[in-house]
Structures are given as C-alpha cells and as structure tokens.
C-alpha cells in the first residue's frame, strides 16, 4: 500500500494527463465516463491534503500555517465541494463549488475530436472560478498545490 504523500501527487498528475487528452481513450475501454474521471481527479485533488498531513516525512516548520495556506486557497475549496459532494447526497459546501449540470461540446472534424466540456459552478458570481472549464480549474488546483508544497515542505525538491 503507498504510504507517502509524492505517490498521491502522483495520481493526480496521471489524472490529469487523462484529462488533458485531446481525444481520450476511456470511452472506448470501459464504461467509465469523462464525468467519472473528473470526480475521481478532484476526489484525489483535495485529498492531497490529507497525505501531506499525515506524512511524516513531510517537512514542515508549521503544520498549522501549511492548514491556512490549504484552507484559504479558494480553488481548493472548491475541489473539495466537489470531491466530498461527490461522497455525501448533502454537504455543507465550503463555496457552493459543483459541477455545473450544463455542458459543452467541443468538436474537430479534421482532427476527429469530440469533446465533452464541464463548467465549475460557485455561489460567488464574480469569482475567477465561475463558469471556469474544468479542464483549466483542475490544472490551476494542481499548480496550487505545488506553490503550498514548495514553501512548506523543506527538502531539496521543487515540484512543478
């Protein structure tokens, strides 16, 4: 079983070449769906949180710091609206974050692409998250966490 915090980041970033696909494969293997994907990719997204905590061999000088940093990140908190909404029927959201229920299609006949766009939906209207593609919202939660990882966690590593 993994037991540090780099192999969930790990995760996340093979999910996000996945989700970054131009013609993504799922459809064809399985009955996985690309909404599947996303609500695995923001489940593991957000409980990143919970490995690096909970790795000792995380390096922090302030645990409680490296807690506000995560908690005031609103792209974040919107990612875990969305992964525990995903495992509660009802949840008091933290931003009122899902994914919206209207979708887009994006097709490319020359290129023999199709697809399925996602919006993120949020209480605040003038958030720079609203009605974002979730394709760029996943990649800006993922270089969240790298920012929150290269200032609290002292090791020689950067991470992208």
Wanted: proline share 1%.
């Amino acid at each position: 079983m993994e037991k540090y915090w780099q192999e969930q980041l790990n995760r996340i970033d093979r999910l996000l070449i996945i989700v970054n696909l131009e013609d993504p494969p799922y459809g064809n293997m399985t009955n996985i769906t690309f909404f599947d994907i996303l609500i695995f990719t923001c489940q593991n997204m957000w409980h990143l949180k919970d490995w690096i905590i909970n790795d000792v061999n995380f390096h922090t000088k302030d645990k409680k710091l490296l807690l506000e940093d995560i908690h005031n990140s609103e792209c974040l908190l919107i990612c875990s609206d969305i992964a525990n909404g995903s495992k509660h029927l009802r949840l008091k959201n933290k931003k009122g974050g899902k994914i919206s229920n209207r979708i887009g299609t994006q097709i490319n006949f020359c290129r023999n692409i199709f697809k399925e766009l996602y919006f993120i939906d949020v209480d605040n209207h003038k958030s720079i998250f609203y009605w974002m593609e979730i394709r760029d919202f996943l990649n800006e939660c993922r270089q969240t966490w790298g920012k929150i990882i290269n200032k609290h966690n002292y090791s020689n590593v950067i991470i992208k």
